[in-house]
């Protein structure tokens, strides 16, 4: 299993167009092949900083989700809001206690 951690930073006066952006698209993202968990954060004292938490089956299955005609078109919804370039890390979970 493959996870995916997106860090995306807002123009402040974009929030409501990016959370409105993820509302209409999140079970549509959910139900990709391979996307079995997807959840979005937003940090307690800086309301334009969210990350996104994403598990995936495996590398392919994230790569064709990012290369399909979807991602492409709620990505250029999404990349003029940002107001610096977002940052993004694909990591093999290693352990979960609960």
Request: proline share 2%; with cysteine.
């Amino acid at each position: 299993m493959l996870v995916r951690i997106v860090k995306l930073r807002f123009k402040k006066e974009n929030i409501k167009k990016f959370e409105v952006i993820f509302d209409t698209n999140k079970q549509l993202i959910r139900q990709v092949t391979g996307c079995n968990f997807l959840e979005l954060y937003q940090d307690k004292d800086d309301s334009a900083l969210f990350f996104t938490y994403s598990y995936w089956d495996s590398q392919a299955d994230l790569d064709n989700y990012r290369n399909s005609d979807f991602f492409k078109k709620v990505w250029s919804e999404t990349k003029p809001l940002f107001s610096e370039k977002p940052a993004a890390w694909s990591l093999i979970k290693k352990e979960t206690l609960k």
